[in-house]
């Protein structure tokens, strides 16, 4: 089953910070994030395994509640170049690594 | 190194017909997917495979077969392609965690 991502799309000005949720209805083993430009593939941002772990990459860091089945990616003083989609991917307990599911994405613009 | 190689990257099909889209990695990475991304869908998983002559369905695999005869490749097949199946398609590997995604094919069919 799908994840559902929270909000669908966030438009920001430079420096301001934004969060996007990731949430299951299923135990989840781990949460992916990545990262889409327009016309562009996907391209990996950072994974998070179950026990409460967060994650930091530039100024994007994710945290992820394995009690709630919840991922949460943190952007931090944006810039120009976050502007793109992201998409959370789950992976359930029983689940390999191949079958990984996304979300539906949450558009991300940032204006000067 | 070049990752993960989808060939081809435009392609129109007329109604009915059939065609393979190609998809080569060179990570010797055990996983591989298919996905299909259509505007506000994100991301759907197609078919996927754990290993060379393994494969499994995933979320939206009607109209699609998969085969993996070597580690290296994955192709996906329409055997009578509709106009629902006009999407942008990715390939994906993985070995343990991150996905390496292929340029992707735009298909469009008539």
């Known amino acids: 089953q799908q994840p559902v991502q929270s909000p669908q799309a966030v438009i920001l000005r430079e420096g301001e910070d934004a969060v996007i949720n990731c949430s299951s209805s299923?135990?989840?083993?781990?949460v992916h994030w990545y990262r889409q430009k327009h016309g562009e593939a996907p391209v990996f941002l950072m994974i998070l395994l179950k026990g409460g772990e967060q994650k930091g990459h530039e100024k994007i860091s994710a945290s992820f509640n394995e009690k709630k089945q919840q991922s949460s990616l943190y952007l931090t003083a944006s810039q120009l170049s976050y502007s793109g989609t992201y998409f959370c991917g789950t992976l359930g307990a029983s689940s390999n690594t191949g079958k990984l599911i996304f979300g539906q994405g949450t558009t991300l613009q940032v204006k000067p | 190194n070049a990752g993960v190689t989808q060939t081809p990257k435009f392609q129109v099909l007329k109604t009915g017909q059939s065609m393979t889209l190609q998809c080569a990695q060179d990570m010797n990475h055990e996983y591989m997917s298919w996905y299909r991304q259509d505007p506000g869908m994100g991301l759907r998983l197609i078919h996927y495979?754990?290993?060379?002559?393994?494969?499994d369905q995933g979320e939206v695999p009607n109209g699609y077969n998969v085969s993996r005869s070597t580690t290296e490749d994955f192709p996906l097949r329409l055997l009578s392609a509709a106009p629902s199946q006009t999407s942008v398609y990715f390939c994906?590997?993985?070995?343990?965690?991150?996905?390496?995604f292929g340029s992707g094919t735009r298909l469009t069919v008539v």
């Open positions: 495979s754990v290993g060379a002559g393994i494969t």
């Open positions: 299923k135990a989840l083993y781990s």
């Open positions: 994906a590997s993985s070995g343990q965690g991150e996905h390496t």
